[in-house]
């Protein structure tokens, strides 16, 4: 089973890292921790996004197209960073989002989303 594991943003995501010695130790945390995964035989595909303030939206309705440039409201809604996961279920997915580190300076949340697998549409 895939699945994308989406690291939320938060006020401080959105203002951009700088690097500190709190930013330094959780990136090197965070690269332990996948190590673990890439060990284990999980770990597809993993990075962090810059904020939505270097972003832009695409808007569809109908053949009409709108940009809209970021900073993007709603920052509880914004995507920060995300791994793509080949895990055996869900349940092994929640074990390992459990055991990684915060992956910011305070209060966050990891969203765990499974892809459409061909199964799916037959």
Do not use: H
């Not at 595909?45 to 109908?62: H, I, M, Y």
């Not at 895990?87 to 966050?108: L, Q």
């Amino acid at each position: 089973m895939r699945v994308m594991v989406l690291v939320k943003a938060t006020e401080d995501s959105e203002k951009g890292f700088f690097p500190t010695a709190e930013t330094q130790a959780m990136m090197e945390a965070m690269g332990k921790f996948n190590e673990e995964l890439r060990d284990a035989g999980i770990l597809r595909e993993a990075d962090g996004l810059k904020p939505s303030s270097a972003g832009k939206r695409v808007a569809f309705n109908g053949s009409g197209r709108t940009v809209i440039d970021g900073p993007f409201a709603e920052t509880r809604e914004l995507v920060a960073g995300f791994w793509l996961w080949d895990v055996k279920d869900m349940d092994e997915a929640v074990a390992w989002v459990k055991r990684c580190p915060n992956p910011m300076p305070g209060p966050s949340e990891i969203e765990i989303r499974p892809l459409y697998e061909m199964a799916d549409w037959q």
